[in-house]
């Protein structure tokens, strides 16, 4: 049985400012925006190149996104990756890859792994209530 991830629910404060911050900062597509009701909304948001998608929700008030929660996307070339974003006017982390080559422990280096290793560099942001995205270049398709 194969399981394919479809859709993460992102809670977020406001989500017309998200919806903004997706589709014109971050260059995620609209697929839905549909709100039958007052109290019943479905914003539905996908990476570009991407088989998943995000859907934004209104969290209550007093929530705030688990700053332990990450969630990844994969790119073929990180340093394009980073310009995209950066022109898009979105803040950004330094791009940093992991030190000690094949043996890792945690220490990282600043700047793209020099011999471009797979899953090696990765890049970091946050959208306006916080929850955090990370880059990570991977040349190869995903079987």
């Known amino acids: 049985?194969?399981?394919?991830?479809?859709?993460?629910?992102?809670?977020?404060?406001?989500?017309?400012?998200?919806?903004?911050f997706y589709t014109e900062r971050v260059g995620f597509a609209l697929d839905v925006d549909y709100r039958p009701t007052h109290d019943f909304r479905v914003v539905q948001l996908t990476p570009p190149g991407s088989a998943s998608s995000i859907q934004l929700v209104a969290a209550a008030t007093d929530e705030r996104p688990d700053p332990e929660r990450s969630m990844y996307l994969v790119v073929a070339d990180i340093e394009a990756a980073h310009r995209e974003l950066q022109e898009r006017g979105v803040d950004l982390g330094d791009i940093r890859h992991k030190s000690g080559g094949e043996r890792w422990e945690g220490d990282w280096e600043p700047g793209v792994d020099p011999q471009r290793r797979d899953l090696a560099s990765f890049l970091d942001?946050?959208?306006?209530?916080?929850?955090?995205?990370?880059?990570?270049?991977?040349?190869?398709?995903?079987?």
């Open 1 to 20: 049985m194969d399981y394919q991830l479809e859709v993460v629910v992102l809670p977020v404060r406001d989500v017309d400012r998200s919806l903004t």
């Open 125 to 143: 942001f946050t959208d306006p209530d916080g929850n955090r995205w990370v880059l990570q270049e991977r040349s190869f398709p995903r079987e």
